[in-house]
């Protein structure tokens, strides 16, 4: 599943997928506004068909973050 992660993110910021680790973040990555975030979200809502709340969507600013989210939504990975 975290591959999958990585790849979906590599894909949606079309940027190599070595670059996504857990440094990866808002700050790091210049293309990664407010309005990018927000498509993200929906993106991934849709790609592993869940749902985040409000304030699962502010904490996800980070790859690690991500991750911690969706395994929570996800379950079993």
């Given at each position: 599943?975290?591959?999958?992660?990585?790849?979906?993110?590599?894909?949606?910021?079309?940027?190599?997928?070595?670059?996504?680790?857990?440094?990866?973040?808002?700050?790091?990555?210049?293309?990664?506004?407010?309005?990018?975030h927000l498509r993200?979200?929906?993106?991934?809502?849709?790609?592993?068909?869940?749902?985040?709340?409000?304030?699962?969507?502010?904490?996800?600013?980070?790859?690690?973050?991500?991750?911690?989210?969706?395994?929570?939504?996800?379950?079993?990975?």
């Amino acid at each position: 599943m975290e591959d999958q992660l990585k790849e979906f993110l590599a894909d949606f910021f079309d940027i190599d997928v070595k670059s996504i680790n857990d440094d990866f973040s808002q700050v790091s990555h210049g293309d990664w506004d407010s309005m990018t975030h927000l498509r993200m979200i929906t993106a991934l809502e849709n790609e592993f068909s869940m749902k985040f709340t409000m304030a699962e969507i502010q904490q996800m600013t980070t790859y690690r973050a991500i991750k911690e989210k969706v395994r929570n939504n996800v379950g079993g990975w």
